[in-house]
């Protein structure tokens, strides 16, 4: 099962929004309300931002948002602040045997 | 508050075993599914594999099938890797997370680092 597709980076200036992208197919995205989204910073655990494709968990800023259109999900990040700076993973479950799959991840910079 | 500490990495040659182990706390750990997920030196996430609460159904990755097994102990709060015939690819660093599906995996620990290598 191949990885799901992420763009390698994405910016935007303080204040600004930022838009990232992830595709999957039928079997993963497309298929199932199953797509989180996890923040990590260099050298620390993953943190999960999104679950079940827009929720929140407590304590996560409501500047975080996510979506989904098919195949595709997305995480937008309104009012980017210095610390969003960080490399952002999708995941989703997937039906054939990976069960679930992670993208490779966009390091989102702001500048 | 939910934690997880993840043990037992370390140095291993091509082809030997070892077995990690990961312990919870702030929560009731028999009600949870629990994941290990690694991450390769400057490389992404990469889901190994996964265990129902009571630890009957288990789920592993296609590439590790075989060669890791994924276990529980509810009565000790313990969940455990155990990985055979380790590969130079196997070297990561090995996380210990909490959930399932539309969930996600809410909790994480700060991970064991597995090196396998001549």
């Known amino acids: 099962q191949s990885a799901l597709t992420q763009p390698p980076s994405a910016s935007g200036s303080p204040g600004q929004s930022v838009t990232i992208s992830c595709a999957g197919t039928?079997?993963?995205?497309?298929?199932?309300?199953?797509v989180s989204w996890y923040q990590q910073y260099p050298g620390k655990a993953p943190k999960l931002m999104i679950y079940?494709?827009?929720k929140r968990p407590s304590g996560v800023p409501d500047r975080f948002s996510g979506s989904k259109s098919g195949n595709t999900a997305s995480l937008t990040v309104s009012g980017l602040q210095a610390e969003d700076e960080a490399d952002y993973y999708c995941?989703?479950?997937?039906?054939?045997?990976?069960?679930?799959?992670f993208g490779a991840g966009t390091k989102v910079s702001v500048l | 508050e939910v934690q997880l500490v993840e043990s037992g990495g370390g140095l291993v040659k091509p082809g030997e075993s070892l077995r990690l182990s990961c312990s919870p706390s702030?929560?009731?750990?028999?009600?949870?599914?629990m994941n290990w997920v690694r991450q390769a030196p400057g490389k992404g996430l990469e889901w190994v594999s996964s265990?129902?609460?009571?630890?009957?159904?288990?789920f592993d990755a296609d590439s590790m099938k075989g060669r890791f097994t994924i276990s529980r102990d509810n009565a000790k709060n313990s969940l455990y890797l155990q990985m055979n015939s380790l590969r130079a690819e196997d070297t990561a660093l090995y996380y210990c997370?909490?959930?399932?599906?539309?969930?996600?995996?809410?909790?994480w620990g700060q991970g064991t680092l597995v090196t396998v290598s001549s």
């Open positions: 997370a909490r959930g399932f599906r539309e969930q996600g995996f809410d909790s």
């Open positions: 702030g929560f009731t750990f028999s009600n949870f599914a």
């Open positions: 265990i129902s609460p009571t630890g009957g159904v288990i």
């Open positions: 039928s079997s993963d995205i497309g298929g199932y309300n199953h």
């Open positions: 079940e494709v827009t």
């Open positions: 995941s989703s479950f997937a039906d054939n045997n990976a069960f679930y799959i």
